[in-house]
């Protein structure tokens, strides 16, 4: 089963038909004790909307997630947003023009507070996945963060070497056995093999079978591959600019907090959407699983049939 990203997780709750409308009065639910009104869901959408079944669902989806987010933020990694994050957030979901930013919350019939938690959790997931990658562990590989970054921020110059016939190709491959220089292999071959330059680029920029060469292969070593119409060559980097990891490590960690933080978040964000004591109001649904979130729980309203 594809595991639910928390943005899936959470437009899954606007799914399905409906059966009625709710309560607006009490408690909608409660959070580890915390209890949250059904008054909190209303400030979330345009003043006197019309609220169905799936709509106030997904809002106290956002809430309980909010709540646990923020919480856990705080507790286990210091981490609190600053009004000027969130503001810088909410202006990209909205727009630093006012008359867009109105134009934008009534096309969605929700309040700019709605607006404003959404904006917070864009911040402390941001903030969250770098956390994962300060903290290190076995889910962060560094390693292939740097050989990404390589890819668009080195030179590589690569030589082929290609068979004059056919029938060179033993050789080329007896050749090639073992740990040998580029330079080797082209002695011992001589017409055998015709060098191909294929100049100086960024490894992405050469071609495809070559690039895993050009990004990883040791400077001066030949390298015996295969195109993938069956044509055997021999590859290797002459020479090489790159910069190295110490010196461009901050580089690398944003790359891995985009690349790897967000699984990291999401796993998180789960573990703490199944360890929550949830208890939604009745009337407004029920807090357990539903189709599309494996066993993640969500608010699922009570017109919902998915399971």
Not at 42 to 52: K, Q, W
Not at 154 to 177: H, K
Not at 210 to 239: C, H, K, N
């Amino acid at each position: 089963m594809r595991r639910p990203t928390i943005r899936r997780l959470a437009a899954v709750v606007v799914l399905g038909l409906l059966a009625s409308a709710c309560s607006t009065s009490g408690s909608a639910a409660t959070i580890d004790g915390v209890e949250i009104t059904s008054d909190r869901i209303e400030t979330l959408h345009a003043a006197g909307a019309e609220l169905d079944e799936q709509q106030r669902a997904s809002t106290l989806f956002l809430i309980i997630l909010h709540h646990l987010v923020t919480r856990e933020a705080e507790a286990q990694f210091d981490l609190v947003p600053s009004d000027a994050e969130i503001e810088a957030a909410l202006a990209v979901r909205l727009s630093d023009d006012e008359e867009v930013a109105a134009a934008r919350l009534a096309d969605r019939g929700v309040s700019r507070e709605r607006v404003l938690l959404e904006a917070e959790l864009d911040v402390l997931r941001e903030k969250l996945q770098r956390a994962f990658v300060e903290r290190g562990g076995p889910d962060i590989d560094l390693d292939a963060a740097y050989r990404t970054f390589l890819g668009v921020n080195s030179r590589a110059c690569v030589t082929l070497l290609a068979p004059a016939s056919d029938e060179a190709i033993p050789d080329i491959e007896r050749a090639t056995t073992g740990a040998i220089t580029l330079q080797a292999v082209q002695d011992e071959l001589g017409n055998l093999v015709e060098p191909v330059d294929l100049g100086c680029d960024l490894p992405t920029q050469l071609p495809g079978p070559v690039q895993p060469i050009a990004l990883d292969g040791e400077v001066g070593r030949a390298y015996l591959s295969t195109f993938s119409d069956g044509t055997v060559y021999v590859a290797g980097v002459t020479s090489r600019d790159a910069p190295p990891l110490e010196t461009v490590i901050e580089e690398v960690k944003a790359i891995a907090s985009d690349s790897q933080g967000s699984d990291l978040f999401d796993e998180w964000a789960f573990d703490l959407l199944r360890t929550a004591d949830v208890t939604v109001d009745a009337n407004l649904g029920a807090w357990k699983p539903r189709d599309g979130t494996g066993d993640v729980p969500t608010v699922v309203p009570n017109g919902d049939r998915s399971d």
